[in-house]
């Protein structure tokens, strides 16, 4: 049993999807770095929108403007998070859209394949015919 794990394990489909997930979790973590610290500050600097900190308070003793100390005093629901994180789907997506287009562009296209000759007209057949049964008599 352990030997047929082992042959599971070290198939080179396994490791394949082994090192995509890490390389696609550490691809996520610099998305959300850029969301986060790059894109949403600007978006917040050209509207003075800060997606951060919209919740809603869910029950009356949420009373401060600040997600962090308004999670302190009671149930929020942070939508604004919902947001950030939204756009951090779109981006990764879209991102990954583009990475697979160049890669379908960089793989070799199939050569074509040789299709059957069209079949001729009966009246090339018929040509063809006449002049096999001349050769026959001439020879």
Request: hydrophobic share 55%; no cysteine; glycine share 6%.
């Given at each position: 049993m352990l030997?047929?794990?082992?042959?599971?394990?070290?198939k080179g489909n396994v490791v394949d999807l082994?090192?995509?997930?890490i390389i696609g979790a550490a691809f996520g973590r610099i998305v959300d770095s850029l969301v986060t610290d790059i894109i949403?500050?600007?978006i917040g600097a050209l509207g003075g929108v800060d997606f951060s900190n919209y919740f809603f308070g869910l029950n009356s003793g949420?009373?401060?403007p600040i997600?962090?100390?308004?999670?302190?005093?009671?149930a929020v629901l942070a939508y604004g998070n919902f947001v950030t994180v939204a756009i951090n789907f779109l981006i990764?997506?879209?991102?990954?859209?583009l990475v697979v287009k160049g890669i379908n562009k960089l793989q070799k296209k199939p050569a074509p394949v040789d299709e059957a000759p069209a079949p001729k007209a009966e009246d090339v057949v018929l040509l063809g015919e006449i002049r096999d049964l001349l050769k026959q008599k001439q020879a």
């Open positions: 030997e047929e794990f082992k042959k599971f394990a070290l082994a090192i995509g997930v949403m500050p600007f949420v009373t401060s997600l962090s100390e308004a999670r302190k005093q009671g990764i997506a879209f991102v990954l859209f």
